[in-house]
């Protein structure tokens, strides 16, 4: 009954438009007040524990390696080289918008910096190539979330953490094959529109020019190849390899000469605000992952679905449908910390990978970044875009079917996940 409670009144301040930070405290008050605690001084304590973890430290290097390389005007060079081998495909941009991201999401690892600073490039050119503005920024606000899924992973990391039995770099690699098969179904969508509203396309680059531009783009192409390069390896381990990030990002800017004290400031700046919005909300959701759990609400959800769900399928059907559902209401970082520890147990149970299913969790939740009518992604889209964001809700709907198209892919067929990490002996 206590959980039904708590249940309903998150929903409730969520929806009402309590930002999720406030909701989770009130909830985790809530319940420990209901335990008869009387000192609050336990919420705090616990805040400060679950973003005590040297893992965290990737979260703010990464997402710094990502800024200077943005703020630094190294990511044009990335654009060029997309549409050197995809801008002559009809609908050349959109498909160079998506290849783009797709390779941008092994420098940022998060959705928001690739709408941002990609984001802003890709629009640009779309809208001076002819397209319309509102398939532009469609286009780029679907082709982020392939940052959250594409190694190095700001929310993988969380999962691996929360997981407690499983690794960063096994993640990363599992996040490989779902994050190209996501990038491909949003491809083949841009190939549809193309040929129905009659979508330019760009010349055709030799292999001469093919070569300079990639030459020209290497520091950015580099950035990833070093990353899982050195952690497969074993060169260094997944935090230090975002150390080695920005210490790569800074030397290709200074050799560059496109770094100035100022673009430092506001990439430090940036990383810090970043870093911030996404502590605040681990430190909340743990205090509340502490409330859940002497409440025994986990063990009480193991034991009612083990009687009403009986098979493995019937199993991903339900966690599929219930993230999708959390997904339309809650960022990724808060829904992840609150669903790990509840569903983690009931997977293994009925035999479900801790990696699969870790991927199948960051999967659903990023879909729900750009799922109407709460999808993060959207607003930060709409804003960056300059259009309606009712146009966007509108607009986007077919990426989110094509994105299930991958989901059930991911979620059913098992190898498309295990099979890297597998490979190289993390599973």
Not at 118 to 127: A, S
Not at 163 to 181: E, K, Q, R, Y
Not at 275 to 297: C, D, E, K, W
Request: overall charge neutral.
């Amino acid at each position: 009954m206590t959980a039904l409670i708590l249940l309903i009144v998150f929903i409730g301040t969520v929806v009402i438009g309590l930002p999720v930070f406030f909701s989770m405290g009130f909830i985790s008050m809530y319940g420990l007040e209901s335990l008869g605690f009387t000192n609050f001084m336990v919420i705090a304590q616990k805040m400060f524990s679950g973003i005590d973890n040297f893992t965290y430290l990737c979260i703010p290097l990464f997402v710094l390696s990502g800024e200077i390389m943005s703020r630094c005007g190294i990511l044009k060079n990335l654009e060029e080289f997309c549409t050197s081998l995809v801008g002559h495909i009809r609908g050349g941009l959109a498909q160079v918008n998506v290849l783009g991201s797709m390779l941008f999401a092994g420098i940022s690892g998060s959705a928001t910096a690739d709408m941002t600073s990609l984001g802003k490039i890709e629009i640009e050119m779309m809208e001076e190539a002819g397209y319309n503005r509102l398939y532009a920024t469609t286009v780029t606000a679907a082709s982020a979330i392939l940052s959250p899924i594409i190694p190095p992973s700001n929310i993988m990391i969380i999962y691996a953490v929360c997981a407690g039995n499983v690794s960063v770099t096994a993640m990363f690699l599992a996040g490989i094959l779902p994050g190209i098969l996501l990038g491909i179904v949003q491809m083949a969508l841009c190939y549809v529109y193309a040929i129905k509203f009659n979508h330019p396309r760009d010349r055709k680059f030799t292999w001469r020019e093919r070569l300079r531009v990639f030459y020209e783009s290497a520091p950015a192409l580099g950035l990833p190849v070093i990353i899982l390069g050195g952690i497969l390896l074993g060169i260094f381990t997944a935090t230090e390899a975002s150390a080695i990030a920005v210490a790569y990002a800074l030397i290709v800017a200074l050799v560059k000469k496109t770094i100035t004290w100022k673009s430092f400031f506001e990439s430090c700046v940036g990383a810090a605000k970043s870093t911030a919005n996404v502590l605040a909300i681990i430190g909340i959701a743990s205090a509340m992952a502490y409330t859940i759990t002497v409440l025994r609400i986990p063990q009480e959800l193991v034991d009612f679905f083990s009687t009403v769900i009986t098979t493995q399928t019937g199993f991903l059907l339900f966690c599929n449908v219930l993230l999708l559902i959390m997904g339309l209401f809650m960022d990724q970082a808060p829904a992840l910390l609150v669903i790990t520890p509840v569903l983690l147990p009931l997977a293994m149970e009925f035999g479900v990978n801790p990696v699969h299913f870790g991927i199948i969790v960051c999967l659903n939740l990023t879909i729900g970044l750009i799922t109407p009518p709460v999808g993060m992604q959207l607003f930060v889209g709409a804003n960056v875009g300059r259009v309606k964001l009712s146009a966007l809700y509108k607009s986007i709907i077919p990426f989110c079917l094509v994105s299930l198209i991958a989901l059930v892919v991911v979620t059913f067929f098992p190898p498309v996940v295990t099979f890297l990490p597998s490979l190289l002996g993390y599973i």
